[in-house]
C-alpha cells in the first residue's frame, strides 16, 4: 500500500472510531438518563461491562445504518415526501432496537418510544461529529469530495470530466436587488459579499414583465417565452378552465405552449438538470420538477431527490429535526408578532408553520443535495430554485427579521455549492440570479375592509358575502408540498374550472394584480360592453383608492389604461401622457401593451394602488410581502454573475423582460461549452432522474 493510500485509510479509519467513539458516550449518557434505556443486566453490570454493552451497541446501530438504512428508504421510495420524512423517526428508532438485540446476553433493551428518541439524538450527534471533522480536516473533506466523484463516474462508466466550465443556476426565489445590496452591506450574506468585494461576480438589476411572478419569469428564464402569461393565475375562456402556474397540469401545459412557441426545449437541453423549478428548461436529468410530476405512474420519478437526499440517515434525522425546530421558530415569531401588534400582519395558522418548514429546511437541503450531485457528476449545465426566502417573505414582509436570517442561511448554501465547486471534475462557474422581487404593504381587504372580489361584486351590483372566501397566496411551496403528499393542486379551494354562474364575474388575484373575466362571454369583452351590463364596475374600481389603473379594450380607442376622476388614455398616448401609470415607472407602458396582446388577457386587468414615496403595494391576497403586479421592488430581481462572463447588457442599458435573461444566459453557456443545440419540437420529454446520490454530502444544516 502506497504512503498517499496508507494516509486515506488511516484518516478513514480515524474518523469512524471517533464517530463510534462519540456514539458510545452518548448512548452511555442516555442509558443514564432515560429510565426506559438501559445497558445491563437486570442484576446490574461493573462500568467496563456497561461501556462494552454501548460499544457494541452503538457499532451495530452504525453498520446498520450504513448498509440497511438505503435499502429501507428504496423500499419506501413511493411513500410522499413528507410522510418518509415523519416515518424516519420510526425507522431510526427500529434499527436500533435490532442493533440492541444483538448485543451478547440481552444486556441492551429499550421501550420502542425510548428507541425512537435515542436513536434520533445518536444520529444527530454522529452526523454533526462526522461533520466537525470533516471541516476541521481540509485534505480528509477533498478526499471526500473526489470519492464521491470517482464512484459518480465509474458508476457512469465516463472517464475524466471535461475541460471545459459548467455553469450552476441558483434562483434565489423572491429576492430583490435592493434586499441583496442591503443583505450584503449589513454582513447577511458574507459569500456574496466576498464575491463582490473580491471582483470575481457582477451584479445586475433587471426588470420584470407586468406579472412579476414566478411562473412568468421562470417560463422566460428557461424556455425563452413567456407569451400569453398574464398573471400567475387566469381564466382561458376557450377552454373554461383556470390556469394556475402551479399547478401541475398547468405547468405541463405551459411549458408545452414555450417549446412550441419558440421551437426549442430550452435552456438546459445539452446535459443539464432541473432541480425544484415549476419548468424543466429541455434538461435531461429533473428531480423535484413540478411540469413533470403531472405525470402519473411508475415513469413519474420526479421525486427521486427525496430518496438520494434521506437515504443518509444523518440526512433524514438532521433535516427532520430541522423541520421540528423550524415549526416551532415559526409558532415563535408569529405569536410574538401578534403579542406586539405588529402591522401589518396576516394569519400565519393552520398549516403554514409546517409549509414553511418545507420550503426552508426540507426544499432546501434536499435541492442543494441534488445540485451537489449534478457538480461531481460534471454536468454542463444546472438551474435549482430556493424558494425559502419568497415563502417567509410572504407572511413576514421582505424586510423582516425573519426574512434575513432565511437569506443568512441561503448564503451558507452557496458557500457550500462553491466550496463543492472547488473539487467537482471540471470547473463550474455560479450565477445566481432572482425571478422577482417582494413589495411591502397590508393587503387590500385589511386597509378598507374588503377583497377585490367583493369590490367587483358590488360594482356588479351582486350581493357580497360577509365573510368572502380569502384568495390563495400561490407560493411555490404550496405546489411543492402537494406535488410531495400527491395530492394534485386542485383540490381544495381552488376549482380546476369555476363554479360560480356564468353570467357571474370570475375574480382572481396574483399579488397586487387582480383579473376579471366574464366566462359567458367567449370574447375578451370591450368597456362598452362591460359599461352596458354593468354601468358602475369600471367607475367604482377606477376610482377606489387602493386601486392604481385599469387595462379594458376599448371600441373605438383600442386598448385603454383607466384611472381616477375619469382618467382615460389610449395605449398608443401613454409615453406622453402616461396618467395612472406615472409612478409606475418608465418600462410599465411597454409591459402593458405587452400583457395586452396576449390572447388570455382578462376582461379587466387591475392593479392596485402603490406609494413610490414608501414602496408598498396593496396585494389581493393575504401577503405582507407579494409579487405579481407592478410597483415596487417586486419588478427590481437581480443577476449575479461572474466577471469572466460578457457583460448581460451594454453600458447604460437596461435588462428588461425574462425572454432577456434567457438569451443572456444561453449567451453564456455557448462562451463557456459551445453553442446550444435547440430540441427538436418531436423530441420526446425529458427524463426524470432518478439515479443522483449526491445526499451523502451533506447541506449545512442550517435551520436548528
Known amino acids: 500500500m502506497g504512503e498517499g493510500r496508507w494516509r486515506r485509510f488511516a484518516g478513514t479509519w480515524w474518523r469512524s472510531i471517533a464517530v463510534w467513539a462519540v456514539s ?7 442509558a443514564g438518563i432515560l ?34 438504512w438505503p435499502l429501507l428508504v428504496r423500499a419506501l421510495l413511493l411513500v410522499p415526501a413528507l410522510v418518509l420524512g415523519l416515518v424516519v423517526f420510526f425507522l431510526n428508532g427500529g434499527l436500533l432496537l435490532f442493533a440492541l438485540a444483538l448485543v451478547p446476553d440481552g444486556r441492551g433493551e429499550a421501550n420502542p418510544e425510548t428507541a425512537v428518541v435515542v436513536a434520533a439524538v445518536m444520529s444527530a450527534v454522529a452526523s454533526a461529529t462526522g461533520g466537525a471533522l470533516a471541516v476541521r480536516d481540509d485534505d480528509a473533506y477533498r478526499r471526500r469530495l473526489y470519492r464521491l466523484a470517482d464512484r459518480r463516474r465509474r458508476r457512469g462508466s465516463a472517464g475524466a470530466g471535461p475541460s471545459t466550465p459548467g455553469t450552476v443556476f441558483l434562483q434565489l426565489d423572491g429576492v430583490g436587488h435592493d434586499v441583496l445590496r442591503d443583505a450584503v452591506d449589513q454582513g447577511g450574506m458574507p459569500t456574496v459579499g466576498a464575491w463582490l468585494g473580491a471582483g470575481t461576480h457582477r451584479l445586475t438589476p433587471w426588470r420584470t414583465d407586468w406579472s412579476s411572478q414566478t411562473g412568468a419569469s421562470q417560463l422566460g428564464i428557461l424556455h425563452g417565452s413567456n407569451y400569453d402569461v398574464p398573471a400567475f393565475r387566469w381564466y382561458e375562456k376557450d377552454t373554461r378552465e383556470i390556469q394556475v402556474s402551479n399547478r401541475p397540469t398547468s405547468a405541463a401545459e405551459l411549458q408545452r405552449r414555450a417549446i412550441e412557441h419558440t421551437g426549442d426545449g430550452g435552456l438546459l437541453t445539452l446535459d443539464g438538470a ?47 429535526l430541522s423541520f421540528v425546530a423550524e415549526v416551532g421558530r415559526e409558532i415563535g415569531q408569529s405569536t410574538r408578532a401578534r403579542l406586539t401588534r405588529q402591522r401589518p400582519r396576516v394569519g400565519r395558522g393552520g398549516l403554514y408553520p409546517f409549509i414553511r418548514a418545507f420550503a426552508t429546511v426540507v426544499e432546501r437541503d ?46 451558507r448554501s452557496l458557500s457550500l455549492i462553491a466550496k463543492v465547486a472547488e473539487h467537482a471534475p471540471r470547473p463550474y462557474r455560479i450565477v445566481v440570479l432572482s425571478d422577482h422581487g417582494q413589495s411591502p404593504g397590508e393587503t387590500f381587504r385589511a386597509r378598507y375592509g374588503l377583497g377585490l372580489q367583493d369590490l367587483v361584486r358590488a360594482g356588479c351590483g351582486l350581493p357580497v358575502p360577509r365573510r368572502a372566501r380569502r384568495t390563495h397566496s400561490g407560493a411555490e411551496a404550496r405546489a411543492a408540498v402537494r406535488a410531495a403528499l400527491r395530492r394534485p393542486v386542485e383540490e381544495g379551494d381552488e376549482k380546476h374550472r369555476p363554479a360560480s354562474r356564468r353570467s357571474e364575474p370570475i375574480v ?94 382578462a376582461d379587466i ?80 420529454e425529458p427524463a426524470p432522474d432518478a439515479s443522483f446520490t449526491a445526499a451523502t454530502v451533506t447541506p449545512q444544516d442550517n435551520s436548528a
Open 605 to 684: 386587468m387591475v392593479n392596485s394602488w402603490y406609494d413610490p414615496a414608501e414602496g408598498e403595494v396593496l396585494a389581493f391576497e393575504e401577503q405582507i410581502g407579494s409579487h405579481g403586479g407592478l410597483g415596487g421592488a417586486q419588478g427590481h430581481p437581480f443577476l449575479l454573475a461572474p466577471e469572466v462572463f460578457s457583460p448581460p447588457v451594454a453600458k447604460g442599458a437596461e435588462l428588461v423582460g425574462a425572454q432577456q435573461v434567457h438569451h443572456v444566459l444561453r449567451r453564456w453557456l455557448r462562451e463557456g461549452s459551445g453553442p446550444q443545440v435547440p430540441l427538436d419540437k418531436s423530441r420526446h
Open 508 to 601: 382572481l388575484a396574483s399579488g397586487n394584480l387582480g383579473l376579471v373575466s366574464f366566462p359567458d362571454v367567449p370574447h375578451r369583452m370591450s368597456k362598452e360592453e362591460i359599461d352596458a351590463r354593468h354601468p358602475a364596475l369600471l367607475t367604482t374600481l377606477a376610482n377606489h383608492p387602493g386601486i392604481g389603473f385599469l387595462l379594458v379594450r376599448s371600441e373605438e380607442h383600442g386598448a385603454v389604461v383607466l384611472g381616477a376622476r375619469g382618467a382615460e388614455i389610449p395605449l398608443a398616448d401613454l409615453d406622453e401622457r402616461p396618467g395612472p401609470l406615472a409612478d409606475f415607472g418608465a418600462h410599465a407602458a411597454d409591459a402593458v401593451r405587452r400583457t395586452d396582446s396576449f390572447p388570455h388577457t
Open 24 to 30: 458510545t458516550v452518548t448512548m452511555l449518557v442516555l
Open 35 to 68: 429510565p426506559d434505556f438501559q445497558l445491563q443486566s437486570d442484576n446490574g453490570d461493573s462500568a467496563t461491562r456497561i461501556a462494552v454493552t454501548a460499544a457494541l451497541g452503538a457499532g451495530a446501530f452504525g453498520i446498520l445504518s450504513a448498509l440497511v
Open 274 to 320: 432541473s432541480r425544484g423549478n415549476l419548468f424543466s428548461g429541455g434538461a435531461e436529468q429533473v428531480a423535484l420538477v413540478l411540469s413533470v410530476a403531472a405525470r402519473r405512474g411508475k415513469e413519474n420519478r420526479s421525486r427521486a431527490g427525496y430518496f438520494a437526499y434521506f437515504s443518509d440517515p444523518a440526512n433524514a434525522v438532521r433535516t427532520a
Open 366 to 411: 434536499v435541492v442543494v443535495a441534488a445540485v451537489i450531485g449534478d457538480m461531481l457528476a460534471g454536468r454542463s449545465a444546472v438551474y435549482a430554485d430556493l424558494v425559502a426566502y419568497d415563502e417567509v417573505a410572504h407572511h413576514s414582509g421582505p424586510v423582516s427579521r425573519d426574512a434575513e436570517k432565511v437569506l443568512a442561511r441561503l448564503d
